[in-house]
């Protein structure tokens, strides 16, 4: 029997059946598409990302096929104005200090080839056409009945609307436009440049693994009968914003879409569970996307997987919901001002942005901690989940990870089990958990991590944060703790 029906083989969908399979939960997962797209939307891949996927080894091979190194470079009115330099961010507790860019397609690539190594291969063209509650009517003629679907079907989820989950929201007044191309310039290969004008912003972004960028604009609505853009569009554009005279050639991708900001009421409808783009959609401002949906698909798929085996109640899907509705509504809200200042094509607006903009660089990059601080931010390291019902924390502590929070990764962190720091002393008796917890007895807190007293117990859950921390050894709480937060077992 099938477990989990996964509908939509992007990076979400991809990543939840690599959870799920890992986990050795029985999953289909489908898409409609015959083919991978080879056109990549999203190119930035964030340090906390890096860090989960590094859990299946994941991390390093899609730093060896990408691109580290970069900087952000802003121009006003044709003026270098600021650079960041994006591997000096002043953060030192994680393998990943950096932004990657690397194309979505190998991304995607990277994901499917990890899943087929457990078993499940992606079934294309496999169309859902209708649901009738938790069974799907496949468009092979086949209907199967799934114990849980994961709706990671883009932004017009089949899977949210027969769920009847609300999403609302709204479109923003701009036209965007977008062009894969070649640039004629000596521009080193590494800038990510940001060119502010009188009349919006242009976007340039270096394709990693080709000698081509993609460029972003924003432009009036022209309505919905507004032909797409030509190459004589970016190339006016071009001339418009840069400082540098250069030809535009070898279009390979012209586009023009609308930006949308929406989120979903709830994440989860009985067996029914949406994830990515299915649950919030919003402007790409910073990289947050893909990643969001990544981080949804992981926690979700630890949850199912125990309640799949029996250690845990139903009750436990709830939390997901719980846990990353507030992220994906934090989300939303801060894209929206980032792309409301970024974008605005209101006079009065752009003239404040370009004053303000390059001073607000200066001050944060000018300082080591005002620099990590914000790389925290946009890198989801800050991400945490400390009023989840399915945390704890005993004792008062002045340091180390909270509950909730993101627990710095170590060598030991692998595969999608829960893992037991026993600090200071001999680890406590979890025989009736050993099949869904390792225990690491460690002599010294590891960097970043703090005790009581010399001892502490950190449980750390398979999504990489910290579930349960104690400054004791002693197994009593920790195991109250499990049977009160998970309900099974």
Known sequence: MTEVLVIGAGPTGLTAALELAAAGVSCRIVDAAAVRS??????????????????HGLGDEL???????????????????????????GAVDTPFPFVLLISQVDTERVLEDALARHGVTVERPVE??????????????????????????????LVRKAAGLAF???????????ADLRIDEAAPHDRIRFFFGRDGLLVALPLPGADAFRLIASRRDLGADAPDPTLADFQALWDAFSPTP?????????ARFRLHHRGVDRYRNGAMFVAGDAAHIHSPAGGQGMNTGIQDAINLAWKLALVSRGRAGDALLDSYHDERHPVGQNLLRTTDRLFRWGASRNRLVIGVRNLVVPRAASFVLGDPVRRARAFRFISQLAI??????????????????SAGHRAPPLPCFT???????????????????????????????????????????????????????SPTLDAEPLLSFLREAYGGG
Do not use: C, M, N
Request: proline residues 7%; charged residues 25%; negative net charge.
């Open 38 to 55: 080879d056109k990549s939307r999203a190119l930035a891949v964030q340090a906390r990302t890096l860090e989960l996927l590094q859990r």
């Open 63 to 89: 730093v060896r096929r990408g691109q580290t190194g970069l900087r952000a470079v802003g121009y006003v009115a044709g003026k270098q104005r600021f650079e960041l330099a994006f591997a000096d961010i």
């Open 128 to 157: 859902v056409l209708d649901f009738d509650g938790p069974r799907a009517r496949l468009s092979t003629g086949e209907t199967i009945a799934p114990r849980w679907i994961i709706g990671a079907d883009g932004a017009h989820s």
């Open 168 to 178: 609302d929201g709204a479109a923003y007044p701009q036209d965007f436009i977008l």
């Open 246 to 254: 250069a030809r535009l050639h070898d279009a390979r991708w012209l």
């Open 384 to 401: 945490e989940y400390g009023k989840s019902p399915i945390v704890r924390e005993v004792g008062t502590w002045h340091a180390g990870p």
């Open 415 to 469: 595969g999608v089990r829960h893992h037991l720091l026993a600090i200071g002393g001999p680890p406590p008796d979890l025989a009736e958990w050993a099949d869904e917890i390792e225990v690491h007895a460690l002599a010294e807190a590891p960097p970043h991590y703090a005790t009581i007293d010399g001892s502490a117990l950190y449980l750390v859950r398979p999504d990489g944060h910290v579930a349960f921390r």
